[in-house]
């Protein structure tokens, strides 16, 4: 069983001196929490550029769905990548672009014909989601959650609403969106117990949003993701996603999800949406779609989108690369590694909450399939934030050789390939756990 090898202190002498260059060149935006400087990598395993190996717990974000440097992906974009780089699908059609869009439409749940438009990034997607649900309802107002990371680009950042910092001297944003508190039962807004609650953050809803300061004929669109990803892996309750689409298509308001993080076979299902019963009106994905070439999709029921030609493109969306990418990985989620992402899935959640019974400071382990969190806390009946440990247990899992990010305030995340094997399940357990000891034990 191949297990991380750690050689040289971190970050080692080459890493060092290509830190160095990239803080002259390179942008500060950009949020690295340790110092890891990649190579190479294949299926989970990433080799740093000295030598040194890590287990790879995030997939790049959630994004390298089907393992990295896949054999059958590699082999599709190196076949593309000789017979046409580029050809801009907005002014002109090629086949892998109008293939992938009758295989999305024909995935995204419901039997209702749809379309596809494709961009980069998620940011794009959602951007995309956004000017569709504006020009097919022409309502002004949006409703979106607290918590919720959709993107960075302005209208995709107007929806968001997870730290200040994303936000702090951007404003003003798309004027129109109001934030409401998403079922976040580990922490209620509205300090509730589920199932007693009935639901009171849906019924807030239409009982007092609606009557008080947001006409629900003025909404055009609800976003929301399915389980929220960067506000922390946040599962809601069984009813809230049916309940809230009942109430948007009561009142004609578009049903957004953003499946950018949460979709593509990762929680065992293909999109996330599915495991709660509700059929979305636009759909954005990103990510896990294309194994790590950027690709950003929007589906939407044929219906809806209906807008005119000109009035939305993008020169590089839906490259031929990405949609080859994009066509194997679908292949690889569809033959056996979204069944796969369910079984390893339980297999780590299992893992966490065995150790949850040992360590008081794991508050919570939620998820489903490979979006799986543990929440850090001080006390379990205060359920203080112990971010500080958090921080220290991501840094230490590090030095030992595993690579997780973190999500929330206090929340450390597993999202690894989806072709993660039980061996490695176990081995990310095992340094998880040494790490918990060592820094909060
Ligand atoms: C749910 C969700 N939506 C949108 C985005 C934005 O995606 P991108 O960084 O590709 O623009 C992200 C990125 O983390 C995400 O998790």
Known sequence: ??????????????????????????????????????????????????????????????????????????????AQADRLLHMSGTDFYYTPQILLAEKLAKLAPGRTAKRVYFGNSGAEAVEAAFKLARWHTKRELNIAFFGAFHGRTMGALSLTASKTVQKKHYNPFVPGITHIPYAYCYRCAYNLTYPKCDLYCVRWVEDTLFRTTVPAEEVGAIFVEPIQGEGGYIVPPPGFHKELKKIAKKYGILYVVDEVQSGMGRTGKMFAVEHFGVQPDIMALAKG????????????????????????????????????????????LENNMMKNAAKQGDRLTNGLKKLQKAYECMGDVRGKGLMVAVELVKDRETKAPATHWRNGIIRKSFEKGLLVLGCGENSIRFSPSLSVKPGEVDTCLSIFEDALKEVAG
Request: proline share 7%; net charge positive; aromatic share 6%.
């Open 289 to 332: 779609i294309a194994s790590g070439l950027p690709l950003g999709a929007m589906i939407a029921k044929s219906k809806i989108m209906n807008w005119e030609a000109g009035s939305h493109a993008s020169t590089f969306g839906g490259n031929p690369l990405s949609c080859q990418a994009s066509m194997a990985t679908i292949e690889l």
């Open 1 to 78: 069983m191949k297990s991380p090898q750690i050689k040289t202190s971190l970050p080692g002498p080459r890493a060092r001196q290509l830190i160095k260059l990239d803080k002259s060149f390179v942008s500060p935006s950009y949020t690295r929490v340790y110092p890891l400087v990649v190579d190479n990598a294949k299926g989970l395993w990433v080799h740093d550029v000295d030598g040194n190996v890590f287990l790879d717990f995030t997939a790049g974000i959630a994004t390298n769905s089907t393992g990295h440097c896949h054999p059958r992906v590699v082999k599709a974009i190196k």
